[in-house]
DNA sequence: CTGAAAGCGCTTACAG
DNA sequence: CTGAAAGCGCTTACAG
């Protein structure tokens, strides 16, 4: 580092000297609220100007109690779903002058949370966003004091304290269901991503939309959200010879679920159709392009930072948001004649 | 936001009147450096507990200068590459109980750049790393001021004032090329991201290896990063008969690069061979199987915080990273005896 | 070991 | 319009 050498930033009072001026009347030329002498006004903008100087925010926010951090607790940030919503959080921040400072939770257990939360609590936070789309974020969520201003992105609808961003997650479970029944599978196997704690909402949709058709309800299979244990479930499932249709958790899994059967010899979708969750940049390229339940990550965390700001209340707060739908392509059909049987 | 009413957070002085005892008391039980008695300490640590007390980092960082923020600018947040650079950040940040404040920088123009700069320096900043993937990073780091700590992920060296974790592009450029060429294919094709102003190291390393080779140099084919924009592409190479093997700039293009082909009506590798750059997750599970230069983002994330933490120094300060290798799989091969000839 | 005092860099009343 | 003063929540010498 002794590269670069630093010198040492400029204060306030450092542009007042090189100005001829008090301290607080830079700070109002920064602020704008009063009135500033034109001369004066300019003497300061050039030292700052030639001073490079930039406030320090952590003394502007002691002193005014505004604050322009967006803490995020998240349990990941690369996954699709995750990376998108982070970008709708930074986006909305951005255009507020605001800028959002990451923690991962990275594990459930009670000292990675409380580690986390310490951390992202300990900077000067004008509010926190939560994804709840993992136990880490429930987790976290039940871990924030009362005394920061809290927002989730979450499937499912709390106790009315927290304002949420919500996906329908169950609506969309059951949606798809029904379009792949409709298709005239006798049912449809579920190879599930990890919920927030309980079952996920898509899964409970799943669940009630075979029930609600009559047609027998398989045991789900379990992933880690990524593709390869994607790939490893449909090896279990094209041992079977029930299996017609497979929804799966998220378009990852769906990747990897639609790769697997392949490998074990069937085709998708005329042995077997997949569905997928989330229409991941890639669905629409997949071989085949998968049929998918669409999400807007992006607008979900840009509604994160409206409820945290307050820009959005009412009939928004905890209402599902109406981005989701199905995308027809090309992995999902009718049974074969043989199999529908 | 009527939901949650917000307490006042409390303050290290009502942890001292709750534990009877006085502020710096407190103060020193937290930080740990001096001896205080055992009962006045677990009185207070009681205290913080009843009220949920979190130090006030702006507070701490004013008076110790010690600053808890590594700010970090980029051009895009979920891309593959930038996603997991991102991730080995903040591991390596929240190891050393930091947290990491993103920025994006929307454009490269003038204004959206200063804004941005401008947005992260007005944050408590230990330091801030720039991802100098593209032009939006490298204007950042231009405009960055000589008094805040920087370290850059870069694919090329600087001017040595910067500590750099680099990645060697050129150097990957030339092997994957090399590699192609080795296979018996005349010349090799390149679809290219954009680079950061200049043309990127592995677009380099390609020509070159070309030239080396006196194999011809096809004018290259330029992209937006997407897999859309490499399909696009694709459709354009379909319709050359001179092409046999196809370099791309990152995997999400040699994805689209795939599929295009494909819809076109070519096989990969049979008529056309296709090779990446990164080994995006998906490119084991692609079809073909992706052959791509493999690179460890997530090292390259956790160097920079080494470099800006001043732990990592010397050798490793703008040594390409050794973590570029070429994963050979399913998408490349010798081309056909009649394209060959 | 522990308290009173000073000060980090800012902003906001308070006087002029 | 503009400066001197006080204070935000902490930590760090300084005295005891």
Same mark, same amino acid.
């Given at each position: 580092?002794?590269?670069?050498?630093?010198?040492?930033?400029p204060?306030l009072?450092?542009?007042?000297?090189?100005?001829g /001026?008090s301290?607080?009347? /830079?700070?109002?030329?920064?602020?704008?609220?009063? *009135?500033?002498s034109?001369?004066?006004?300019?003497?300061?903008?050039?030292?700052?100007?030639?001073?490079?100087?930039?406030?320090?925010?952590?003394?502007?926010?002691?002193v005014?109690?505004?604050?322009s951090?967006?803490?995020?607790?998240?349990?990941?940030t690369? *996954?699709?779903?995750?990376a998108?919503?982070?970008?709708?959080?930074?986006?909305?921040?951005?255009?507020?002058?605001?800028?959002?400072?990451?923690?991962?939770?990275?594990?459930?257990?009670?000292?990675?949370? *409380?580690?986390?939360?310490?951390?992202a609590?300990?900077?000067?936070?004008a509010?926190?966003?939560?994804?709840?789309?993992?136990?880490?974020?429930?987790?976290?969520?039940?871990?924030l004091?009362?005394?920061?201003?809290?927002?989730?992105?979450?499937?499912?609808?709390?106790?009315?304290?927290?304002?949420?961003?919500?996906?329908?997650?169950?609506?969309?479970?059951?949606?798809?269901?029904?379009?792949?029944?409709?298709?005239?599978?006798?049912?449809?196997?579920?190879?599930?991503?990890?919920?927030?704690? *309980?079952?996920?909402?898509?899964?409970?949709?799943?669940?009630?939309?075979?029930k609600?058709?009559?047609?027998?309800?398989?045991?789900?299979?379990?992933?880690? +959200?990524?593709?390869?244990?994607?790939?490893?479930?449909?090896?279990?499932?094209?041992?079977?010879?029930?299996?017609?249709?497979?929804?799966?958790?998220?378009?990852?899994?769906?990747?990897?679920?639609i790769?697997?059967?392949?490998?074990?010899?069937?085709?998708?979708?005329?042995?077997i159709s997949?569905a997928g969750?989330?229409?991941?940049?890639?669905?629409?390229? +997949?071989?085949?392009?998968?049929?998918?339940?669409?999400?807007d990550?992006?607008?979900?965390?840009r509604?994160?930072?409206?409820?945290?700001?307050?820009?959005?209340?009412?009939?928004?707060?905890?209402?599902p948001?109406?981005?989701?739908?199905?995308?027809?392509r090309?992995?999902?059909?009718?049974?074969?004649?043989?199999?529908?049987?």
């Amino acid at each position: 580092m002794t590269a670069r050498p630093l010198k040492r930033p400029p204060v306030l009072a450092d542009v007042a000297r090189a100005a001829g /001026v008090s301290v607080p009347t /830079v700070s109002r030329v920064l602020s704008g609220v009063t *009135r500033v002498s034109d001369d004066k006004r300019v003497q300061v903008m050039r030292a700052i100007e030639e001073l490079g100087y930039h406030p320090n925010a952590a003394a502007r926010a002691l002193v005014t109690g505004q604050r322009s951090i967006i803490g995020v607790l998240t349990g990941d940030t690369t *996954r699709y779903g995750y990376a998108s919503t982070i970008q709708g959080i930074e986006e909305a921040a951005r255009s507020a002058g605001l800028v959002v400072a990451i923690t991962v939770v990275g594990a459930a257990d009670e000292d990675a949370v *409380r580690a986390a939360v310490g951390l992202a609590l300990g900077q000067p936070l004008a509010g926190v966003i939560v994804l709840e789309f993992d136990i880490q974020g429930s987790r976290a969520l039940a871990a924030l004091p009362d005394t920061v201003a809290v927002a989730a992105v979450s499937s499912t609808a709390g106790n009315g304290r927290i304002p949420r961003a919500l996906f329908d997650d169950h609506q969309g479970g059951w949606d798809a269901t029904n379009y792949l029944l409709g298709l005239g599978h006798r049912t449809v196997h579920h190879v599930a991503v990890p919920g927030s704690g *309980r079952p996920s909402g898509r899964m409970l949709g799943w669940r009630e939309a075979l029930k609600a058709a009559g047609a027998p309800v398989p045991r789900p299979l379990e992933t880690d +959200w990524t593709a390869r244990s994607g790939y490893d479930a449909a090896l279990r499932l094209a041992k079977r010879d029930d299996v017609t249709a497979v929804l799966c958790g998220n378009d990852e899994v769906a990747f990897g679920v639609i790769k697997g059967l392949q490998d074990a010899g069937l085709r998708v979708p005329d042995d077997i159709s997949v569905a997928g969750f989330d229409d991941h940049p890639l669905a629409q390229l +997949w071989t085949p392009a998968l049929t998918t339940m669409a999400q807007d990550f992006a607008e979900l965390g840009r509604s994160a930072v409206g409820f945290l700001l307050g820009r959005l209340t009412g009939d928004q707060f905890e209402a599902p948001s109406a981005n989701l739908h199905l995308v027809v392509r090309d992995s999902t059909a009718p049974p074969r004649p043989a199999a529908a049987s």
